[in-house]
């Protein structure tokens, strides 16, 4: 049998690709207007960034983290987020010395052992932003503010902006062990998952999709009730801004992030056309998060977002982001002989700025301009024997049938005009 792609893994074949190439685009045009500049991390890191940072009992590391012992000895996972990457790039080559601020995006693929489903993948793609530095809360609402460009630039609609305060570490602490005290006499009740996370991590108990979990939760303690006067105060500051700016959201106290970093401002960009799978982006603020693997301590909020569940929400709402690359042009080559003057203008023409494909089969004329037909250029140059001693080609509109000889030192400007005005 033959090897095909592991589990969990897909191919990013051409038809699709143009689709990725256009979302891209977008993001970092959208990236570029707020004034964020590009990081790009290694795909790999030592596991400890993730297991200090992240948390040991968080699923994304206690549970799904690709990690393994390289040659060296050396301790390492493939990423399952970015966000502790950046900070950790940020700390080691000093950047906020150097400005006081940053505004830093990425985009590339992470590594979680996730049960496969709808729009959720082993290996999957995300773009992500952060701000470091800054403790003001305009740093929250202006990272809020990039994801909803983002998603409106790219023609999202059927999306909820939901937000919540996870407080200071105090307030985190002290609704944890309220948590804690109210669902230990139902833990024969819970899910397995919830049961695990019950000692390790409760807060993610919130997220569960069970809906036994769920029923649990109705009663349980809510998060508001137990911020303190700094945490109610960041929060009711983040709330206003959002108001002044008319950012419709919704407050969900039971909004929590699945890794340990988070702190104050948590968000999430939802929906429900993607089942359980409904979130399309999410983040918040992570203060102190370089500290948790020796660095150097600084502010930070930032937000991710799955290239996957957008590109399928966009499918869904029927929504396509620009259109395929088109080809410009086809040279069809009669005969052996005309195969060489084939190459040479097309090279002259690519070089013009046309996209040009010829034939590298050696097929009959009808299977060349059958290509043609099925590749949907506009136009076609027909070279023979006529044509290479005139030093003309015969140029085809696709569109009508149209033909004119035209001379091949005149060809480049006048295809160029061509394509330019359709």
């Excluded at 609704?175 to 024969?188: G, S």
Aim: proline share 5%; charged share 25%; net charge negative.
């Amino acid at each position: 049998m033959a090897i095909q792609s592991p589990k969990g893994t897909h191919d990013l074949l051409p038809e699709e690709s143009w689709r990725w190439q256009n979302l891209e685009d977008c993001l970092r045009s959208a990236s570029q207007e707020f004034g964020f500049q590009e990081l790009r991390t290694p795909i790999f890191e030592f596991a400890d960034l993730f297991i200090r940072s992240v948390g040991e009992q968080t699923d994304a590391v206690g549970k799904e983290m690709y990690a393994f012992v390289d040659k060296g000895g050396d301790h390492l996972a493939l990423r399952p987020e970015l966000t502790a990457c950046v900070a950790r790039a940020v700390n080691q080559h000093s950047l906020l010395a150097k400005h006081p601020t940053l505004r830093l995006w990425y985009l590339g693929p992470m590594f979680r052992r996730e049960r496969p489903a709808k729009g959720r993948y082993r290996q999957f793609h995300q773009y992500g932003a952060e701000i470091m530095g800054s403790m003001a809360p305009e740093s929250d609402v202006e990272c809020i503010m990039l994801a909803k460009r983002i998603c409106d630039a790219i023609g999202l609609s059927d999306y909820e902006l939901q937000v919540n305060s996870l407080g200071n570490p105090a307030s985190k602490q002290n609704y944890r062990a309220a948590l804690v005290e109210y669902l230990q006499p139902h833990r024969q009740e819970l899910s397995e998952d919830s049961k695990r996370r019950l000692d390790a991590n409760p807060l993610r108990i919130l997220d569960s999709k069970s809906e036994t979990d769920q029923q649990l939760l109705r009663e349980a303690p809510l998060y508001p009730d137990f911020l303190d006067e700094e945490s109610r105060d960041f929060f009711d500051n983040v709330c206003a801004l959002l108001d002044a700016l008319h950012i419709s959201y919704k407050v969900n106290p039971r909004l929590v992030r699945g890794l340990d970093y988070y702190r104050h401002t948590a968000f999430e960009l939802t929906t429900t056309r993607l089942g359980a799978q409904g979130q399309i982006a999410g983040g918040g603020r992570y203060d102190d998060i370089a500290a948790q693997f020796g660095g150097n301590s600084f502010p930070g909020v930032g937000f991710a977002l799955g290239i996957e569940r957008v590109l399928m929400l966009l499918e869904e709402e029927g929504k396509t982001i620009g259109a395929p690359p088109r080809t410009d042009l086809y040279i069809a080559a009669r005969e052996r002989e005309d195969r060489q003057v084939s190459l040479v203008l097309a090279n002259e023409l690519r070089q013009a700025g046309l996209k040009v494909i010829t034939d590298l089969q050696g097929r009959s004329m009808k299977a060349q301009m059958r290509e043609a037909n099925r590749m949907e250029v506009p136009f076609t140059i027909m070279i023979g024997e006529s044509e290479r001693s005139s030093r003309t080609a015969l140029l085809k509109s696709m569109a009508d049938g149209d033909q004119q000889q035209i001379p091949l030192a005149e060809l480049g400007q006048y295809l160029l005009a061509r394509v330019n005005s359709d």
